[in-house]
């Protein structure tokens, strides 16, 4: 069937109600109805997948879609079924289905209802399905997420290697190669891996030019900077990724505590539970998903509004896969990376307990994050360029959506330094990556540098009037405009190109800006300068100790009772003059709030606006510790009168533990009534010994109520006293 025999138009409107193709889609669709092989690269939200359902409906046989993740594949056949009245149109055959299941698929296929069956590789590899296969009428082969072929790509899956074996085995069928990100080098892997050097390559550009891209320091202060980033953009929606499970599930959590609804999705919760926070987040029942890269694989929100990357991810693909789920529907996205070198050293150390050939590559890939993070050029050229598409810094379309174009570091002239630079690369014959070349430049000698006797050449430490760092950033710089090349065979290795030859001939202006320095303490400067010296504002400390006790005499209670020491300490390091802001307060719970902090509150804000105090504007953000998932389940339990050391037991704490975290409860304001425990322990005239002792002393200490008493009482028994007399007196 020929491709001019069809209107592909026609077929389009009545499948997916659509009037045109989109992009590159219309000339994809003719080379896959002319029997060519072809190779499609088009960034994620192109429309890749039409691509290939279009051909596979209107053509006779089964077109075979090969494709890595389970939930991509169930969310297309079920949105191919919803085109058709028959639910044979489309199948999926993996590892979940029953025997029956299979039979059905395989009559489904034979009598050629069946247009679309998607299989992962490792079903492929199956001996029982390929027999089968081998005996259909197979239209055509889609891969689909291609760069798992490559181990260059992000995300190398070794069964994707067996593919091209099995497909030949299926006769001369036309195999099409789809990806959403792949380099000059991962595009020539996919092609040699699947034999398909003849291929006709459709390569959409891969400039989203509604997306912002900014890169900022990654300090103590990180989760403060990400509540107040998502509060800026309130009711937006928007993914946070982190590397590990154990981060996802601390962010989601301080989220929580701070009043932004956020879920946590990663490999390891249960499938339900994974399912019902992708459903959440796409009804908007929640703002904010955090996860591990496992999540957004299919995800087709079209909204998501930010992309915020709280750990630098492991290679330039990622990243643009994972910003690349920011506003599909064209609207603003908002890519938001956190960077530290700690980060990558961490990576690095993650790195080298692999092989060798894979360290080698995951180096690389690192190093190119880490040039992406530092360079101060425009990010967009700087991503274009890795992905093999040049760009115009000046007038391409989005030019001005990265932070480094908004706020540029001063350029400075670098026409001599960079002929320098060239002539390091021609004289020492290709053979040096980015180090060694600035190593060469610097004077500096490693290994290699010894092996190549580098280190005797004239040439070697002439460029020691500038550092290490000065050297990279203009080696980026020059490689980003092609003046030099990375060799792709052996990856990393420099070489000059045509025009960089043609520079040393004839140098002309090169402006560079020199790399970010990226210090994580510089941040910190924003807050006030008690705060920065982290010391509590002495002369406001006497004021509420003085209100404190004022408070304490009206209400007949010691001053302990109505707040304690390190909430004052800490009312006096952040200024809190709303009530949301006094809960925030260490040891201020709502119970505190509401019954004691009216009058602190009106002595603060006084306080502030005589003496033109400038707040902290980070002080809004409540910690969680594990006590905040332990708080509910302790009140709960000690309401229903439970043993407290079934409690303890319960939660893996030991009886101190659990008497510290109670302590933090009630502290707070919260009451909690442990008379029933108390009970068992002591009597009647006891717990007044006690309670008569802690209502007429100034302090609530325990040491000095361990001296008074002289050994009638231990620890425990006085700790848990206190817990009894600080919830029924003040709370």
């Known amino acids: 069937m020929n491709s001019n025999e069809i209107d592909i138009h026609k077929e389009l409107k009545k499948y997916f109600g659509f009037n045109q193709f989109k992009g590159l889609q219309e000339q994809v669709i ?32 089964t077109a075979i879609v090969v494709s890595p993740l389970i939930a991509l594949m169930k969310n297309q056949v079920d949105a191919i079924r919803s085109l058709s009245s028959e639910n044979g149109i489309a199948h999926v055959l993996n590892s979940s289905l029953t025997k029956l299941e299979i039979a059905q698929v395989k009559k489904d296929i034979s009598s050629g209802l069946t247009k679309l069956l998607y299989v992962a590789p490792e079903s492929l590899n199956k001996e029982e399905y390929a027999t089968f ?5 197979i239209s055509f082969v889609a891969i689909d997420e291609a760069h798992c072929i490559s181990e260059w790509g992000h995300d190398f899956r070794p069964e994707y290697r067996n593919l091209k074996h099995i497909i030949k085995q299926l006769g001369d069928v036309p195999i099409i190669g789809l ?8 595009q020539e892997d996919i092609l040699k891996n699947l034999d398909m050097s003849d291929a006709t390559t459709y390569k959409a550009s891969f400039n989203r030019p509604n997306l912002y891209y900014e890169v900022r320091t990654k300090t103590k202060n990180i989760e403060s900077d990400i509540i107040r980033f998502i509060k800026q953009h309130k009711g937006k929606s928007g993914i946070i990724y982190c590397l590990s499970r154990k981060k996802v599930e601390a962010i989601a959590e301080v989220l929580q505590v701070n009043g932004i609804s956020a879920v946590p999705y990663h490999a390891g919760l249960d499938a339900k539970t994974r399912a019902k926070h992708q459903d959440m987040f ?9 996860d591990t890269i496992a999540f957004g694989m299919g995800i087709d929100k079209p909204d998501v509004r930010f992309v915020i990357h709280h750990d630098i991810p492991k290679s330039l693909e990622s990243y643009y896969q994972e910003t690349g789920r920011a506003g599909r529907d064209g609207g603003e996205g908002h890519c938001l990376a956190y960077y530290s070198y700690k980060d990558v050293e961490k990576l690095e150390k993650f790195l080298s307990g692999k092989p060798v050939a894979e360290q080698e590559i995951g180096f690389a890939l690192l190093q190119e994050v880490v040039a992406y993070a530092e360079t101060s050029m425009s990010r967009r050229k700087f991503l274009l360029y890795y992905f093999g598409e040049e760009f115009d810094s000046e007038t391409g379309d989005g030019a001005d959506m990265d932070d480094n174009v908004r706020n540029p570091k001063v350029k400075i002239e670098a026409q001599d330094q960079v002929v ?9 014959k290709h053979i040096y990556k980015s180090k060694e070349v600035v190593f060469t430049l610097i004077g500096r000698v490693n290994a290699m540098i010894k092996a190549h006797r580098t280190d005797v050449q004239p040439f070697f430490g002439s460029g020691l009037d500038h550092d290490e760092k000065y050297w990279m950033a203009l080696l980026r710089q020059v490689l980003v405009d092609g003046l030099l090349s990375k060799d792709i065979e052996t990856y990393g290795i420099v070489k000059i190109t045509e025009k960089g030859l043609d520079f040393i001939k004839k140098p002309i202006s090169f402006m560079m800006s020199e790399d970010h320095e990226y210090n994580e303490t510089e941040d910190e400067a924003i807050v006030t300068a008690a705060k920065s010296a982290g010391v509590a504002d002495e002369a406001l400390m006497g004021m509420l100790r003085d209100l404190r006790k004022k408070v304490a005499k009206r209400l007949g209670v010691p001053p302990f009772v109505v707040f304690q020491d390190p909430s004052l300490e800490d009312m006096a390091l952040k200024y809190p003059v709303s009530n949301e802001e006094l809960i925030n307060i260490h040891g201020v719970g709502e119970g505190k709030a509401k019954k004691y902090g009216k009058e602190f509150l009106e002595l603060i ?4 606006e005589d003496n033109d105090i400038v707040r902290p504007d980070d002080l809004v953000v409540k910690s969680t510790g594990v006590n905040s998932v332990n708080k509910l389940y302790i009140i709960q339990n000690i309401d229903r009168k439970l043993p407290l050391d079934d409690i303890a037991s319960s939660k893996g704490l030991n009886m101190d533990a659990l008497i510290t975290e109670m302590e933090q409860i009630v502290n707070s304001g919260t009451k909690l009534n442990i008379k029933y425990w108390i009970d068992e322990m002591l009597d009647e005239d006891q717990q007044e010994e006690i309670h008569d002792y802690f209502m007429e002393s100034h302090s609530d200490n325990i040491e000095e109520a361990l001296k008074e008493f002289e050994g009638d009482y231990d620890l425990e028994e006085l700790r848990l006293m206190r ?4 919830s029924e007196v003040a709370n």
């Open 179 to 186: 990806t959403a990100t792949a380099t000059p080098k991962v």
């Open 605 to 608: 804000s006084r306080y502030v």
């Open 282 to 290: 796409l009804m908007e029942d929640v703002d904010v998903v955090v």
């Open 30 to 61: 003719k080379s896959i109805l002319n029997k060519e092989n072809t190779f499609v690269i088009m960034p994620t939200g192109g429309g890749k997948s039409l691509c290939y359902q279009l051909p596979a409906l209107i053509q006779e046989g």
């Open 723 to 726: 817990i009894k007399f600080i």
């Open 420 to 428: 320098k630079l060239l002539e390091v690369v021609r004289d020492t």
């Open 133 to 137: 296969l081998k005996t259909v009428p």
